[in-house]
């Protein structure tokens, strides 16, 4: 079965920076449904569709298309008193977004405690990371009803429960 809209995929992946370092060793098959609804990179699912179970593709993605370009503006300075006491480097905490609909929450994640000052960071820690996918197509099923219902894959590997 070749992929197309509304087929779940499996693949086994590698995704290495552009000087061969590994980012993810793709321990786990990525599982996706394929047809826009944005369970993969568009550039990936772009190159992958019309392919079969067995092939290979190699694709790199330039920042802007993975997870964006670095964003100076998403890093702040906040007094340590706004955190709790235990709080580390490495810690991430979301925070709602200006209308506090819940929609536009942000992952930040504490890249340094001194001075009574905490420097949280917004950016995606790959951003402005160009990425070199290394990907092989395990397998290529129909999509049940439930999952383009739900718009994602269920059952070993996808979304479990509501």
């Not at 370092?21 to 047809?35: K, R, T, V």
């Not at 990371?129 to 269920?154: K, Y």
Request: proline letters at 4%.
């Amino acid at each position: 079965m070749q992929i197309a809209k509304d087929t779940v995929v499996t693949l086994n992946y590698q995704v290495k920076d552009p000087d061969g370092n590994i980012i993810d060793d793709g321990s786990n098959p990525l599982i996706y449904l394929h047809g826009g609804y944005d369970g993969i990179f568009s550039r990936i699912e772009e190159a992958l569709h019309g392919k079969d179970a067995g092939e290979k593709v190699i694709l790199k993605l330039q920042p802007e298309d993975a997870f964006g370009d670095y964003d100076a503006e998403l890093v702040r300075v906040e007094p340590i008193n706004l955190f709790p006491d235990n709080i580390e480097v490495g810690m991430q905490f979301e925070r709602g977004g200006e209308d506090d609909d819940g929609d536009d929450e942000m992952l930040y994640t504490i890249t340094d405690i001194a001075d009574g000052k905490v420097v949280v960071d917004g950016n995606h820690p790959l951003a402005g990371v160009a990425l070199v996918f290394d990907v092989t197509i395990a397998e290529v099923r129909a999509a049940t009803s439930e999952e383009l219902t739900h718009g994602h894959v269920h059952g070993p590997g996808g979304h479990h429960h509501h």
